[in-house]
């Protein structure tokens, strides 16, 4: 429980980042989510990708609306300011705490309720504004926190707990982001550290709006046999296009792996990412054909994971805004107010 | 000849224009408006509008008056009737020995017409078509060829129009002299061929002043940029779209780099008010000032956030541009009607601050107040505007502003206090006024940092469900509302001649018809302090005024009488001794109301003696 004190000190030989900061110095406070939550794994995911890019923790905002999966950003980066704000809005926070100081990083936590029920018009609204954020939804397909209920990307056909069938359509988050123009989307599964941990860092790395939709199994309510976000269901129809490796300050490492398997795509903050494609034919840089391969994918029941699209020249928000490099939050009378002469001359045209 | 003695009248009198939506008659109406301050005499002008683009009927009314009454006055001397669909009501709403100005090309059958009013008939059409061949030249210069013969009829000077129209349309030659051509179509028409100038007319004075016209939604704009507001978040909704339209245009003109460029500010069109309100509390939470201009159902729409920014302690600025509702009422007309909505927005216990401007000029000075407060009490401030203000030119006092003006920040703990080794909690009330400090998001590696709830929390927020940790933080919400009622603007008292026992209470837009009703009510024999309300929470001194008076008027434009319900609610005292006087039809609310109403009470209050009576 979050009021027991997470003891502080650590093995000295713990290995440290580039800043000099261990895992513990990404860590937050003990979740209270069930033992087993498929949302713990990806907050580790997401303290491994911080820690393996070297951030500074206090330069993350994390911000996330209402819901079990919002709950985690108290269980990560314990010295970055987090907003557990409102349930389905956590995009609009967001987006003007983008707004206010463009300097920090933007991490999105979302749900499935949170995003594609209540949220659903945020979610839209801000992908396609473009704002510079990781948006991460840890999709499982149900509403923990009131027990039970479908969300709206529970697939039709699927089975709750206590035997009701889905008959309403799913929502899938990744097609709609493709189709609303977000510059960064993945899929992955909690249960996949070694994808998902690099989508996190190359997302972070990404400047625009970057979306992953990660499949995580409640366990408590969505786990059973009929659900179609179960661990055992999500790992027999795992479908990976592709995995990557982000490389920070490092030559590229395609030697690695057999030419014409790996592609190198250069992130604006100058890293890289090093996709290992499985699908030879699966092109990241082609909008068109990733909504056309995940709609191919998805009539045949398979969930399309890793890097689907992105686009590394992207714009955001504060360029279609074009405002000043300055954080706007740290501006003051002496630059924002126009002062008593401009004033003058206002009122005389006013008479 | 009428039959009844036509009205005569210099500087005191009210034209009233019946125009069709979408015609182009707005700025030829303003322009009218204007040439009039141009003789030194004041207007106030009013524009009644359909919720519509084209097509449905609009009005434009302006009171001449030289005494400077700049409340809506009622009745119509002068109508300008260019709309047929309404000539049956508007004819039958001019004051007897008033006058009918209207186009006369077709022939009108008498029974249209009345015979206690003078007509005045110019073939405008006819005018318009000889000179003009294209459609929309001769829709737009018709009401610049009735400015013309309007100038003549009531004596005044065209010079000052001519300047006008040349400060209009500077730098567009062909413009400029087309539009004077019309103007001197319509004059020389009228010279020609009617008795001018008619009964009222518009003498030269000198009472305006260095008054300026402005619109309250654009000073209230014009104050968010000097209050220093770098993000605006809005959804459209009338009357509130133009404070944000006027933002954007200011921020064109005030806000770019000019070196760079690049803006100084950030303006998103939310996708609804609910994304608006969360980008001003998402700004807000990480140190911007912020701000979203909306109207009833937006309010509505936004009152969870508003209760989270209660409970999270986040400022926020919302300019409530009030309209007729409930529901979506009537969007173009004018109330005050949100007042508990506001005060008391969103659930649980809550309570927030609201600022109740007069006219455009306090409300360009507390919209920049506004950012001051919510960043000094780390909560929600509204600014309570109304259409009236808000979408019709008000003459009002030069705006101000002293340079040596800081902006007031509130606490804000920063990385080198914290390096100092001081205490932060973030809901901890260290100095005793129930405001705790906030940080910035990055503010320092190691200290500082905390995570923000609209759950319980204590002083450290920490999560807590404790009872007693719930309860202490919601008695220094208390502590932070008292706190309040010292830095929001103090209510304003003016009393009577004679020492009274009766008061009135009265706010916002209700201000001009206010003041010239207590001349009408003076005139009946009445005596009446004033105490004008500038914000909730209340100063102390509302209590004080209510304890000195036997009976206190609230004046208010709304069904339930909402100020006085806060008032009797925050005050605890009994609500017999506060009278309501309200109106709330959706016109704005006049002198002649007001002091009727008042006068009545009044009147009924002086029991006559019985011995008396039936002698």
């Given amino acids: ?351 | 000849m009428p039959d009844k003695k036509p009205i005569s009248s210099v500087n005191d009198f009210v034209v009233r224009f019946a125009n069709v939506n979408g015609s182009g008659s707005a700025s030829a109406n303003e322009m009218f408006a204007r040439a009039i301050l141009r003789h030194g005499v004041p207007v106030s002008p009013r524009n009644i509008f359909p919720s519509n683009i084209q097509g449905l009927p609009t009005w434009y009314e302006v009171r001449v008056t030289e005494e400077g009454h700049l409340g809506a006055r009622g009745g119509v001397d002068m109508m300008v009737a260019m709309n047929p669909q309404t000539w049956d009501k508007d004819v039958a709403g001019i004051e007897p020995g008033g006058y009918l100005f209207y186009d006369s090309t077709k022939p009108m059958p008498s029974t249209k017409f009345r015979d206690d009013i003078t007509v005045i008939g110019v073939p405008l059409t006819a005018i318009t078509n000889s000179t003009y061949t294209d459609p929309r030249q001769r829709q737009l210069f018709k009401n610049i060829i009735y400015l013309g013969s309007l100038s003549a009829l009531l004596d005044m000077d065209p010079k000052l129009i001519e300047q006008l129209i040349g400060e209009q349309y500077k730098g567009k030659e062909k413009l400029l002299s087309s539009n004077i051509h019309a103007l001197h179509l319509g004059r020389d028409w009228a010279l020609q061929n009617l008795k001018c100038p008619i009964g009222l007319r518009v003498k030269k004075s000198d009472k305006v002043g260095d008054r300026i016209f402005i619109e309250g939604n654009s000073a209230a704009a014009l104050g968010a940029v000097y209050g220093g507001a770098t993000v605006c978040a809005w959804y459209p909704i009338t009357p509130s779209s133009s404070v944000a339209e006027a933002f954007t245009a200011h921020c064109k003109k005030y806000r770019h780099d000019p070196e760079t460029g690049k803006a100084k500010y950030a303006i998103v069109q939310g996708e609804d008010e609910l994304a608006s309100i969360g980008i001003v509390i998402g700004a807000s939470w990480n140190g911007a000032r912020a701000f979203t201009a909306t109207s009833g159902p937006g309010i509505s729409l936004m009152t969870e956030f508003i209760g989270l920014s209660y409970f999270a302690e986040i400022p926020a600025v919302i300019m409530n541009i009030q309209r007729a509702g409930p529901s979506t009422g009537m969007p173009t007309r004018t109330q005050q009607c949100d007042i508990i909505a506001c005060a008391y927005a969103s659930h649980g216990d809550t309570k927030h601050v609201l600022l109740f401007p007069e006219d455009p000029a306090e409300a360009f000075e507390f919209a920049a107040a506004a950012f001051d407060l919510a960043e000094r009490l780390q909560t929600t401030i509204f600014l309570m505007l109304d259409l009236d203000i808000g979408m019709n030119h008000r003459l009002c006092r030069p705006l101000k502003w002293d340079d040596a003006r800081q902006y007031d920040r509130g606490k804000i703990m920063t990385a080198e206090m914290l390096e100092e080794g001081r205490d932060f909690g973030r809901y901890l009330d260290v100095d005793g006024d129930g405001i705790p400090y906030r940080t910035y998001p990055g503010t320092h590696p190691t200290k500082g940092s905390y995570f923000t709830r609209g759950t319980s929390r204590d002083r450290y927020a920490r999560y807590s469900e404790e009872g007693t940790v719930y309860a202490d933080n919601m008695q220094r919400l208390v502590r932070k509302f008292e706190t309040a009622q010292d830095l929001v603007p103090r209510p304003l008292q003016a009393n009577a001649e004679r020492p009274t026992k009766y008061g009135v209470i009265y706010f916002g837009s209700t201000s001009p018809a206010m003041d010239e009703a207590i001349g009408l009510l003076e005139a009946r024999g009445h005596q009446l302090d004033r105490l004008r309300i500038r914000a909730f929470p209340f100063h102390s001194s509302v209590a004080s005024f209510l304890a000195e008076h036997d009976f206190v008027y609230v004046v208010e434009q709304n069904r339930d009488s909402q100020l006085r319900q806060l008032i009797v609610n925050e005050n605890g005292i009994d609500p017999v001794r506060l009278v309501p006087i309200v109106h709330y039809d959706g016109t704005p609310i006049t002198a002649r109301f007001i002091a009727k109403a008042i006068g009545d009470h009044q009147d009924h209050l002086k029991v006559t003696p019985l011995r008396k009576a039936v002698s």
């Fill in chain 1, 1 to 351: 429980m979050t009021y027991i004190a997470k003891p502080k000190f650590h093995h000295p030989g713990l290995k440290k980042n580039e800043l000099g900061y261990t895992h513990r110095d990404y860590e937050g406070k003990i979740s209270t989510l069930c033992a087993g939550c498929g949302h713990d794994s990806i907050t580790a995911s997401i303290i491994e990708a911080c820690y393996e890019l070297s951030i500074e923790p206090h330069r993350v905002a994390k911000i996330s609306g209402i819901g079990c999966s919002s709950k985690t950003p108290d269980y990560f980066l314990g010295n970055s300011h987090g907003f557990n704000s409102v349930h389905g809005r956590m995009p609009s926070v967001l987006t003007g705490a983008n707004l206010a100081n463009r300097d920090l990083i933007y991490l999105g936590v979302s749900g499935d309720g949170d995003s594609a029920s209540i949220g659903f018009g945020q979610f839209a609204h801000s992908i396609r504004r473009g704002v510079n954020m990781t948006y991460i939804v840890e999709n499982n397909g149900v509403y923990g926190l009131t027990k039970g209920q479908f969300s709206a990307t529970a697939d039709r056909g699927s089975k709750s707990k206590k035997g009701v069938t889905n008959t309403d359509n799913a929502i899938d988050l990744v097609a709609i982001a493709l189709q609303l123009g977000a510059t960064f989307v993945a899929r992955s599964f909690s249960g996949d550290k070694s994808q998902l941990v690099p989508l996190i860092a190359a997302a972070i790395g990404h400047k625009g709006a970057s979306f992953i939709d990660v499949i995580s199994p409640c366990i408590a309510f969505n786990n059973h046999a009929g659900s179609t976000k179960s661990f055992d269901y999500v790992r027999e129809h795992n479908d990976a296009v592709n995995r990557l490796d982000v490389l920070v300050g490092r030559d590229p490492i395609a030697v690695d792996y057999a030419p014409g398997t790996v592609q190198v795509v250069e992130q604006h903050d100058g890293s890289k990412i090093a996709l290992r494609k499985i699908d030879a034919d699966y092109d990241p840089h082609d909008r068109l054909g990733a909504q056309t391969f995940l709609a191919r994918h998805a009539a045949k029941g398979q969930i399309v994971t890793g890097l689907l699209y992105v686009d590394p020249d992207a714009e955001d928000l504060h360029e279609h805004l074009n405002t000043v490099e300055t954080p706007l939050n740290t501006l003051e009378a002496d630059t924002l107010c126009p002062g008593s002469a401009v004033l003058d001359k206002i009122n005389a045209s006013l008479r």
